[in-house]
Structure formats: C-alpha cells, structure tokens
T-cell receptor, first 110, second 115 residues
C-alpha cells in the first residue's frame, strides 16, 4: 500500500530556517499536504500543493515537490518558538483517504 | 462553526471496561474519519464513513472496536472490553466532500488511558 516517510525529530535555533522532508510511494498522488499539530490539539492544515506544481510559497512557508523522486519538503523561514509542533506530511490520490506520515517533531530553541 | 467536537477529552478507565468516544462533525460535511495516534505507530486510520455509511473499516484493530454513525451529526467509537494497549489519542475528523477532497478538519482528540 501507499507509504509516507518522515524523519521523527528536528531541532533548530530561533531565527534559523527549518526544513522538514518527506518521501512517499504513490506515484498517482494528486495532492500533497502539510498538517501541523500543536500540543494537546488536533491536526490543522498548514498548506498543500497540487502534484503538477514544483513549488508553492506562502509567507514564511515554502513547499517544494520533486515528483520524480517522490520527495516533498516544507521550509519554514525565520523559525519562531511558536512553530514548535509536530508536522505531518500526507498524500492523496483519487477519492481515498489521506495517507499520513508519522510526523516530524520540530523543536525550536530560543 | 464550532468545528469538529469530540468528547470526552480525557478518559481513564480500567482494563475490561467499555469505552465510548463521541464525535460531532462539522455541519454539512459528508465524510467522517476516526484516527488513532500513538508514539509507536503514528496516526492510523481506523474507519471512515461517507454519508453516514461505513466505507472502509479495515483499520479497526479487532472485534473489540466498533463504530457507528446513526445520523449526519453524530458518530461513536466503542471499545469493549478495553485493554491497556488501546491507550492512545483518538481523533475524529470530517471533510466536506468525498474522502480525498479538500481540507480534513480534526477535532481536538480524546485521550484514552486504560489501566
């Protein structure tokens, strides 16, 4: 079945850029998503990219998609302590539920 | 809209007891999902409904787990009898259209501890 892999932990200093990486296996993915989970809360959609795009920028967030390598990344510029959370990569193809990775726990050191 | 509402937020119970988790999806959303989150296994899809009909329950761990959606505004996930390995955070989520369309909205989760 489809699989989404992420590294589990990332630690960065406040003000630096964070890059969270994700790989997926489903070559027919139509949309790829980044969700954010803050402590004690549910997941919230952060951003998404359509599979025919290479890049999407939204304020401090940049999503890069390498469809050939099935690699997705999320870059957070000027990382703040409020960005500390778990970030989930997810993909979908057709009318089937999202497949989530295990999540990357981002810790921002002041 | 109040978003997806789950109850209880926290539940502590003893092994062998019945547990019922509840979910109210966002009004007008057609699909509802139950997920389980643990450190070891991450976020697992247990079951999802479309227009109140269970579509895929292949993620339900075993017969001790059951889920119902009697109407468009309410769903339950029941565990009977509960076991310590069921300890996890259970999330309900809903989406406006079919399962792969648009943004998935999550509730705040029900943290279950089985002693």
């Amino acid at each position: 079945g489809e699989d989404v892999e992420q590294s589990l932990f990332l630690s960065v200093r406040e003000g630096d850029s964070s890059v969270i990486n994700c790989t997926y296996t489903d070559s027919s993915s139509t949309y790829l998503y980044w969700y954010k989970q803050e402590p004690g809360a549910g997941l919230q959609l952060l951003t998404y990219i359509f599979s025919n795009m290479d890049m999407k920028q939204d304020q401090r967030l940049t999503v890069l998609l390498n469809k050939k390598d099935k690699h997705l990344s999320l870059r957070i510029a000027d990382t703040q302590t409020g960005d500390s959370a778990i970030y989930f990569c997810a993909e979908v193809s057709g009318n089937t539920p999202l497949v989530f990775g295990k999540g990357t726990r981002l810790s921002v050191i002041a | 809209d109040a978003g997806v509402i789950q109850s209880p937020r926290h539940e502590v119970t003893e092994m062998g007891q019945e547990v019922t988790l509840r979910c109210k999806p966002i009004s007008g959303h057609n699909s509802l999902f139950w997920y389980r989150q643990t450190m070891m296994r991450g976020l697992e899809l247990l079951i999802y409904f479309n227009n109140n009909v269970p579509i895929d329950d292949s993620g339900m761990p075993e017969d001790r787990f059951s889920a119902k959606m009697p109407n468009a505004s309410f769903s339950t996930l029941k565990i009977q009898p509960s076991e310590p390995r069921d300890s996890a955070v259970y999330f309900c989520a809903s989406i406006l259209g079919g399962p792969g369309t648009g943004e998935l909205f999550f509730g705040e989760g029900s943290r279950l501890t089985v002693l």
